[in-house]
């Protein structure tokens, strides 16, 4: 049984990304493309066209290359990105926050050949890759040009995601796979040059890249940039650059709906909220509502969809129940299957969701194994449980996948627990999802050891070795971890 969109199928530009983001940008002439909240620094759509292409010709990258960039949410990050796109080069975002060590294995894994850094972090990106590159420092008067590349095979942007499950991998986002992400979303978000999209979810996670950035630009609205979310600053920004869209991961939504300050400022141009990346609670999301002053609704998708799968159109926000995720994006069809099966289940019953469409990614970086077992037949195994009720609207019932989502960012647990089984106490461990009020989901280490050892001890030992939100935040010690004859960790009897 296969599920489509509503909306009928549309055609997808045959165009790279930049070309098709900013290529028509000069129409915008000296309308603000990107403002940075904290800074206040401005590029213009005349000014981002021209300085990205410049950039472009200046940099000593091309076809085949990878290029690592690393920063917090700022305009630059944009002209950066654009910029090693259009050599025909592919960009893999690095969260700031990662440790040396991460940044290193990261990169490695990528194969790159320079690393483009924000100041705040260059002395660390140094430590970590050699050939750096500030944000500051980006080459502005090259001349050379420009390579041709076909948008079907060329790779545009290799963000790193677990899957379903285990460690990072490198997920191959063709020129096509982001543009038709675009042009699909585009049919639901008519977003517009009146349209002011505040951007604090981080650009180095495909949702803020394609969902918040791209969009934006490709709108022609004004995207204002924050580097983190702090809740004066963020509603200062709101109603200061009177923002019309807003996009929320679950965590955000919760300090909305308790927090008084809402009530300070003035909202109401805000017209669509949107949250992702995690389940949101239907209680909380009408608390934050009721202080917004605006409906938020929830869209679904995943990095090896570009990433967007499922969303609540614009003229279907009043209509749409909350706690769904939608209907299907054009172009888009869903299948649900008993897990571990090829099997449909019985229409209005849960079931795996299969996504299929030009968006789907074209593999896992150097992993076929890892990419067959994730797409088969052309459709995506999400590892998400779903249901689809008889008016096509699809809700997300819980997961199958062993990821842990905390504040929307991706935890594997074989990550943590690897690191856990170089401690000289521990002897076995597994690493589970629990809940947590202000991430949402979290990370719980179960420990089997040789001798006592803090709990506390454990969570430093973790703490100094990852990026903060992989950070074990709970330790129960117990005499043996339950698992299967073949040796798999039952999580759900830990869980």
């Not at 590349?149 to 790779?155: G, H, S």
């Not at 499922?310 to 769904?324: E, I, K, L, N, R």
């Not at 050892?453 to 330790?475: G, H, I, N, S, T």
């Amino acid at each position: 049984m296969i599920y489509r969109s509503p909306l009928p199928d549309i055609e997808i530009p045959d165009v790279t990304l930049t070309d098709y983001v900013i290529g028509g940008a000069e129409r915008y002439g000296d309308k603000p493309a990107l403002v940075d909240a904290v800074t206040g620094e401005t590029i213009t759509y005349a000014g981002l066209r021209s300085s990205v292409y410049a950039t472009a010709a200046g940099l000593d990258v091309g076809p085949g290359d990878v290029v690592g960039l690393m920063s917090h949410n700022q305009p630059r990050w944009a002209v950066a990105a654009h910029a090693v796109i259009a050599t025909g080069a592919a960009v893999t975002p690095v969260n700031p926050v990662f440790t040396a060590a991460e940044i290193t294995k990261q990169l490695t894994a990528a194969k790159a050949k320079l690393l483009i850094a924000a100041e705040e972090v260059a002395g660390k990106a140094r430590e970590a890759f050699g050939t750096v590159l500030t944000i500051s420092d980006l080459p502005t008067g090259g001349t050379r040009p420009l390579p041709r590349r076909d948008p079907a095979t060329t790779v545009a942007v290799l963000p790193f995601s677990s899957g379903t499950t285990g460690t990072a991998k490198g997920v191959r986002l063709t020129h096509r796979n982001l543009v038709a992400n675009l042009a699909q979303t585009r049919v639901g978000w008519p977003i517009g040059p009146a349209d002011v999209q505040a951007a604090v979810l981080p650009f180095f996670h495909i949702y803020g890249h394609t969902i918040v950035l791209n969009s934006g630009l490709l709108g022609g609205a004004t995207v204002v940039t924050m580097p983190r979310f702090e809740l004066g600053r963020y509603l200062r920004t709101l109603a200061e650059h009177r923002v019309t869209r807003a996009y929320f991961a679950p965590p955000m939504v919760l300090t909305l709906a308790t927090a008084p300050e809402v009530e300070d400022y003035d909202l109401s141009s805000l017209r669509y909220a949107l949250s992702g990346a995690a389940p949101l609670d239907v209680e909380v999301t009408e608390r934050a509502e009721q202080r917004l002053g605006c409906l938020i609704r929830q869209g679904y998708g995943m990095t090896e969809a570009s990433p967007g799968t499922h969303q609540v159109y614009d003229d279907a926000f009043t209509t749409t129940p909350p706690g769904s995720v939608g209907r299907l994006s054009p172009n888009t069809e869903a299948r649900l299957v008993k897990p571990g099966t090829d099997e449909d289940v019985a229409a209005g019953e849960t079931g795996e969701l299969l996504i299929r469409g030009p968006q789907v990614m074209a593999g896992y970086l150097d992993n076929p194994e890892a990419t067959a077992a994730t797409v088969t037949g052309g459709w995506l195994h999400t590892g998400d449980l779903a249901r689809v009720d008889g008016e096509g609207v699809f809700w997300i019932v819980d997961r199958l996948k062993e990821l842990i989502k905390y504040k929307g960012y991706q935890v594997a647990p074989a990550e943590l627990e690897s690191v856990l089984l170089t401690h000289p106490a521990v002897l076995d461990v597994a690493v589970v999802g629990v809940p947590h009020t202000e991430g949402g989901e979290a990370p719980k280490a179960f420990v089997v050891t040789s001798r006592p050892v803090e709990a506390a001890d454990l969570m430093a030992f973790v703490a100094e070795r990852v990026a903060p939100y992989k950070k074990v935040r709970f330790v129960e010690f117990v005499a043996e971890i339950p698992k299967s004859p073949t040796g798999k960790i039952l999580r759900r009897l830990l869980k």
